[in-house]
């Protein structure tokens, strides 16, 4: 069965410092994996996609199959940057559906 | 840039009622997925719906869930009797005919009580 693993719930770090969002996931097939972010009160935004391989306002996420991991990093976090992080693995096809981590939330503090 | 619209933002109602959330997905996509997410938890997949049927759904979706796009351009979720433990953010979202990813609304916060 596909599974999406996120194993810190919270990561704080002061402005400047890296981070590194840590995600695992489980899936027999050819996974394909995003990134998404949620800022308070808003709407769930898709951050980045391992397809496109691009870098969204400073951060980054590589795909690792042999370790099966897609960890979403950034070299200086920002107090903007503060925010809940969802990895999710899409299954079944470009129009499949996406299974969701729990989710980290990242607090960047002064 | 298009965005997907849910109405209400914010729904309370009692227990055995019957809701209905409203979306209205981006104009050109194709396929339509409603999520939720209990509140302090992980982000659910409840149904995918594409050509006029659903595509799949997941155990979550069971009798008391429906979903219809009644016209051209709104897609509901239908809850016929609530119960407690349906209070949880919803969340609708639509994909481009690319499947580039999902476009996701800002969510239907219903309160159970």
């Known amino acids: 069965a596909q599974r999406v693993t996120q194993p810190e719930k919270l990561l704080s770090v002061f402005k400047g410092a890296p981070v590194e969002l840590k995600c695992n996931y489980s899936?027999?097939?050819?996974?394909?994996l995003f990134w998404y972010v949620q800022y308070s009160r808003q709407r769930l935004q898709l951050l980045l996609r391992?397809?496109s391989r691009e870098s969204i306002k400073g951060f980054t996420a590589d795909l690792n199959k042999g370790e099966t991991s897609f960890h979403l990093k950034k070299p200086f976090a920002q107090e903007e940057d503060s925010a809940m992080y969802y990895c999710?693995?899409?299954?079944?096809?470009?129009?499949?559906?996406?299974?969701f981590g729990k989710g980290t939330k990242l607090s960047v503090k002064p | 840039e298009p965005e997907v619209t849910q109405t209400p933002s914010h729904q309370v109602t009692q227990m055995g009622q019957e809701v209905i959330l409203r979306c209205v997905p981006i104009?050109?996509?194709?396929?339509f997925y409603w999520y939720r997410q209990i509140l302090g938890q992980k982000v659910e997949f409840l149904v995918s719906?594409?050509?006029?049927?659903?595509?799949?759904k997941s155990e979550i979706f069971d009798d008391q869930f429906s979903v219809e796009r009644p016209d051209g351009s709104n897609f509901t979720l239908k809850i016929r009797s609530t119960k407690l433990e349906d209070s949880a953010m919803y969340f609708c979202?639509?994909?481009?005919?690319?499947?580039?990813?999902?476009?996701f609304g800002s969510g239907t916060r219903l309160t159970v009580v």
């Open positions: 979202a639509s994909s481009d005919p690319r499947g580039d990813g999902y476009t």
């Open positions: 999710a693995l899409r299954y079944g096809g470009s129009q499949g559906n996406l299974i």
């Open positions: 719906f594409y050509n006029n049927e659903i595509s799949e």
């Open positions: 104009s050109n996509h194709l396929y």
């Open positions: 391992h397809i």
């Open positions: 899936y027999s097939g050819s996974p394909e």
